[in-house]
Nanobody, 121 residues
Framework: QVQLVESGGGLVQPGGSLTLSCAAS????????MTWYRQAPGKERDQVAS????????SYADSVKGRFTISRDNAKNTVYLQMNSLKPEDTAVYYC??????????????WGQGTQVTVSS
């Protein structure tokens, strides 16, 4: 049974920090690129940060560059999102995604249930 379980969300003041975790099970984690997305109320789900299978080539949305850091530990089947200098506009539900281009040409795609991050004074 495939599972992606996010944790670490919560309420934080502007300028504060949070670290999100996404624990994976039920599939070979190291074969999948991992991405964090977020969705604010009334808005589309946007990509925040992505990391390749062996932790190379991290990429970030312009809005979080220099403030957020994505990392992964393949031994622990976990991906992280360190969020610093948080702003009210970072408030959203954050989702973890695992994605793999299959040799057959298809795509394997898994999602977590999301964790709420609220940045407010």
């Amino acid at each position: 049974q495939v599972q992606l379980v996010e944790s670490g969300g919560g309420l934080v003041q502007p300028g504060g920090s949070l670290t999100l975790s996404c624990a994976a099970s039920g599939f070979t984690f190291s074969r999948y690129a991992m991405t964090w997305y977020r969705q604010a109320p009334g808005k589309e789900r946007d990509q925040v940060a992505s990391i390749s299978r062996f932790a190379g080539n991290p990429s970030y949305a312009d809005s979080v560059k220099g403030r957020f850091t994505i990392s992964r530990d393949n031994a622990k089947n976990t991906v992280y999102l360190q969020m610093n200098s948080l702003k009210p506009e970072d408030t959203a539900v954050y989702y973890c995604n695992a994605r793999r281009n299959m040799p057959t040409g298809g795509i394997d795609d898994y999602w977590g249930q999301g964790t709420q991050v609220t940045v407010s004074s």
